[in-house]
C-alpha cells in the first residue's frame, strides 16, 4: 500500500515539473506590449533613417564585414614659400616695357644719331624731362652727357649705351645705403612704419614685404592699424595668412595708434624678427590725420626706437605725389621709399627725381599686382633693366 502510495507521490512531482518547464520559457519569450503605430510615426523614422540603404553583395552572401568609408579631412591651409628676393629686378626688368621705350629706344636713338647737334640734346633733354627724371637732375645727366662725349670723341652705340648708363646710375647715387633694417636686436624685433596716401599701394606693400622678408629667413608679425578702413585689416590678414603669418588688428575705427602698440607688443612676446604695421592712408593736408600718425609713431617708440619707416609712394603720380610725399617725411622719419606701379608707367625716371627730392634712397620697387612682384632697388639693375638691352659694357 506505502509502495502504491509512493509511487503516486513521484508521478506526481514529475508532472508538476514538466508543467513549471512547459510554462516558465513561454513566460519569458513574451513580447513587450507594443504601442499602436500612427502613420506620422512610421514617416518621421523613414525621414530620420534617410533612403534605404542597400547592403552590398559581398556582405549578404559571406558575411564578411565591409570597412567603413575613409574619413576625408578638410585639407590643411598651405603655406606659399615666397620667391628668393636676389635677383628679382633682373627677373622683373620686362615689367618696365614702357620705359624702355623712352630710355632704350628713344634716348640711345637720339644718341645714335650721325650728327648730335643743338637740337638732338635738346630732344634729348625733353626725353628725360618727359619720363619725369626732374629738370635739375635732366640738365646735369645732358651737360655731362655732352662733355664726355665730345670729350671722348664716343661714336659707338655700345660706347654711347655705356655713358648714358653710366650717368644714369650717377644720378640715382649708387653708393646710397639701401637696406632693410629688419633684423631683431637683443631679442627684441625690428619695427617697420609703412606709410603713404590712400591707394599709393601700402597694404599690398606690406604684404609684399612680409614676403620679401619670409624669403629671406626671418618670422614677421603685421599690426593692421589702417583702422578706417575694415577691409585693408582683412587685406593684410589675408596676406599674412598665405605665407603663416600673425596679424594683430583692432576693431574696426579703433585708435590706430593702440592696435599699433599691441602689435609691437605681441611681437616682443612672441619672439618674431619683425613688426611691420600699416597705417591708414591719409590726406597730408589733414592736419589732424597727420598729427595721428604722428601720435602712431609716439606710441610705437614707447616699446623702442622704429628701425624702418618706409614711404610708400605710386610711380604714376608722377611730380604731384613727390609734392604731397615731402609732407611725410617732416611728421615721421622716413628711412627709405618704396616706388609701387613702375610696371604701369613710361616715367621710371621717377626714382631719380624721388631720391633727388626726398634725399631718401628708394629701396624696393613695385613691378606689379602679384605677391612677388616686389623687388629691392639697384641702381645699376635698374637702369640696366631701363635701357631694356643686355648688360653695359665698362662705364668710363
Ligand atoms: N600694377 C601694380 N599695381 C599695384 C602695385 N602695388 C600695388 N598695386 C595695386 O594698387 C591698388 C591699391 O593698393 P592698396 O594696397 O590697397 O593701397 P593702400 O595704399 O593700402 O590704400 P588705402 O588702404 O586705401 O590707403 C591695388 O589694386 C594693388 O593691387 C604695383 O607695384 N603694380
Known amino acids: 500500500m506505502t509502495e502504491y502510495l509512493l509511487i503516486a507521490l513521484a508521478l506526481l512531482g514529475v508532472l508538476i515539473l514538466g508543467g513549471i518547464g512547459l510554462v516558465v520559457p513561454r513566460l519569458r519569450r513574451r513580447p513587450e506590449p507594443r504601442l499602436p503605430r500612427t502613420e506620422v510615426d512610421t514617416r518621421a523614422e523613414e525621414e ?41 629686378l633682373v627677373r622683373l626688368r620686362s615689367r618696365l616695357a614702357r620705359s624702355q621705350n623712352v630710355f632704350g629706344q628713344g634716348l640711345l636713338g637720339l644718341l645714335s644719331r650721325d650728327r648730335l647737334d643743338e637740337d638732338v640734346w635738346e630732344e634729348i633733354e625733353d626725353n628725360l624731362i618727359t619720363a619725369d627724371v626732374g629738370i635739375d637732375a635732366t640738365r646735369e645727366i ?22 648714358l648708363a653710366a650717368e644714369l646710375v650717377n644720378a640715382l647715387d649708387p653708393g646710397l645705403d639701401r637696406s632693410l633694417r629688419t633684423a631683431p636686436k ?45 577691409a585693408a585689416a582683412d587685406q593684410l590678414e589675408t596676406w ?31 619672439g618674431v624678427d619683425t613688426v611691420l604695421v600699416d597705417t591708414a592712408g591719409r590726406l597730408q593736408n589733414k592736419v589732424g590725420l597727420m598729427d595721428e600718425l604722428g601720435k ?26 613727390l609734392e604731397q610725399a615731402r609732407v611725410f617725411t617732416e611728421v615721421v622719419n622716413v628711412t627709405g621709399v618704396v616706388l ?48 631694356g638691352t643686355e648688360a653695359p659694357g665698362p662705364t668710363a
Open 48 to 88: 530620420l533613417a534617410g533612403p534605404p540603404v542597400q547592403a552590398p553583395e559581398a556582405d549578404l552572401s559571406t558575411g564578411v564585414l565591409v570597412e567603413p568609408p575613409p574619413v576625408i579631412e578638410a585639407p590643411a591651409p598651405t603655406v606659399e614659400v615666397p620667391e628668393p628676393t636676389a635677383g628679382r
Open 296 to 321: 602712431v609713431k609716439r606710441v610705437v617708440e614707447k616699446h623702442g626706437p622704429i628701425d624702418e619707416t618706409l614711404l610708400v609712394l605710386d610711380a604714376t603720380t608722377g611730380q604731384n605725389g
Open 240 to 270: 599674412a595668412g598665405r605665407v603663416g603669418a600673425e596679424t594683430v588688428r583692432g576693431p574696426e575705427g579703433a585708435d590706430p595708434a593702440s592696435v599699433a602698440f599691441d602689435a609691437v607688443r605681441r611681437g616682443i612676446d612672441t
Open 142 to 163: 645732358v651737360d655731362r652727357l655732352r662733355e664726355r662725349t665730345r670729350v671722348l670723341g664716343t661714336r659707338s652705340a655700345a660706347e654711347l649705351r655705356a655713358l
Open 340 to 387: 609701387t606701379k613702375l610696371d604701369g608707367t613710361a616715367k621710371g625716371g621717377i626714382v631719380i627725381a624721388v631720391q633727388r627730392k626726398l634725399g631718401i634712397p628708394v629701396k624696393l620697387v613695385g613691378l606689379g599686382e602679384g605677391p612677388d612682384d616686389l623687388a629691392p632697388f639697384d641702381a645699376a639693375q635698374f637702369v640696366d633693366a631701363l635701357l
Open 186 to 230: 637683443e631679442g627684441v624685433p625690428a619695427v617697420l612704419l609703412v606709410v603713404g596716401i590712400n591707394g599709393a599701394g601700402k597694404t599690398t606693400t606690406c604684404g609684399k614685404i612680409a614676403r620679401v622678408l619670409i624669403a629671406d629667413g626671418r618670422s614677421v608679425l603685421l599690426g593692421a592699424a589702417d583702422t578706417f578702413r575694415a
